[in-house]
């Protein structure tokens, strides 16, 4: 389970604005307290989910001690085969990209980036404490922003 989990739950928490070194310490305290979960005998349902929720919680607390803001931390990369002309067109597409999702609000950021992931919309409701329908409602309303803004 840490193997399957561990690369998607550093990419998580690090889109808190998070060091790499406050990253991987959450990931460590996340299976920490899934081994005691587990050891304790609670339920077994749904632990990808439960994860995420535990390094969600885990990530706002780390963030607001640091004290730092939210932003973006991906990183840009190019296929090695395009022509320089491609090349900008695609950083310019990634950075308009990158500032409508940078200007989202924090709670469709949130759901986005859980959906990136892969999660479901039931896990990211059960990750965020929402509503099925907000979660459909926010991912609707990023996407379209994405796309209005990508021309797509």
């Known amino acids: 389970m840490f193997d399957e989990l561990r690369n998607p ?3 998580y928490v690090l889109s808190f604005g998070l060091s790499p070194q406050d990253g991987e310490e959450i990931i460590q305290e996340v299976f920490l307290s899934l081994f ?14 439960w994860t995420f929720r535990v390094a969600h919680n885990l990530g706002l607390k ?3 001690a640091n004290r730092k803001t939210v932003e973006y931390g ?3 990369q ?3 085969e395009p022509d320089p002309e491609e090349q900008l067109s695609n950083r310019q597409r990634q950075e308009r990209l ?3 999702v940078g200007a989202l609000p924090e709670g469709d950021r949130r759901c986005l980036y859980l959906r990136a992931e892969g999660l479901r919309y039931r896990e ?3 990750v965020l404490e ?3 329908g907000a979660v459909a409602l926010s991912l609707q309303r990023s996407l379209k922003r994405l796309s209005r803004i990508d021309g797509r």
Do not use: Q
């Open 62 to 64: 780390r963030r607001l």
């Open 74 to 76: 991906g990183e840009t």
């Open 36 to 49: 005691r979960h587990l050891r304790d005998g609670k339920p077994r349902s749904n632990l990808r989910g």
């Open 130 to 132: 929402i509503s099925l």
């Open 9 to 11: 739950l550093l990419r």
């Open 124 to 126: 990211i409701a059960e």
């Open 98 to 100: 990158r500032a409508v």
């Open 78 to 80: 190019f296929d090695p």
